[in-house]
C-alpha cells in the first residue's frame, strides 16, 4: 500500500492574481498565529532571512486573504528562487502565475 503525506492532500492557497499582493516592501509584519506558530509574529521583511521566512510561511498556511494583504508582488518576484518550499505549493503558484517560473530561470541561466 502507498503511503500517503498530509503535505500530499493539504489545500494550500493561491490568490487569484498577484495584482491582489499589496503588502509593504520593507518593514515589520505581524503573521496570525495560525500562519506562524512560534511566540514571535512580527517579522521584519526589510532582513533577507526574515523575508523568507515570512513569504515561506505565508505560501504554505496563508490563506487567500492574509496573502493578499501581507505579500508584496515585487519582493516575492524577488525571493522566489530562493524559497524552500514542499514542491505542490511550489507548483500551484507557477501553474497560476507563470511568470514566477521564469523567474526561476533567469537566475539559472
Not at 15 to 34: A, C, F, K, Q, Y
Not at 38 to 60: H, N
Request: aromatic share 8%; net charge negative.
Amino acid at each position: 500500500m502507498d503511503r500517503i503525506r498530509f503535505r500530499d492532500i493539504k489545500p494550500y492557497c493561491v490568490v487569484t492574481s498577484l495584482d491582489d499582493l499589496r503588502g509593504p516592501e520593507r518593514g515589520v509584519i505581524h503573521l496570525p498565529h495560525w500562519v506562524r506558530w512560534q511566540d514571535d509574529k512580527d517579522v521584519d521583511i526589510s532582513d533577507l532571512g526574515g523575508a523568507r521566512m515570512a513569504y515561506q510561511a505565508l505560501l504554505a498556511e496563508g490563506d487567500e486573504a492574509v496573502q493578499a494583504q501581507l505579500l508584496n508582488r515585487r519582493v516575492l518576484r524577488r525571493l522566489w528562487p530562493q524559497l524552500h518550499l514542499d514542491q505542490r505549493v511550489r507548483d500551484l503558484w507557477e501553474a497560476q502565475f507563470p511568470e514566477l517560473s521564469s523567474t526561476d530561470d533567469q537566475l539559472r541561466s
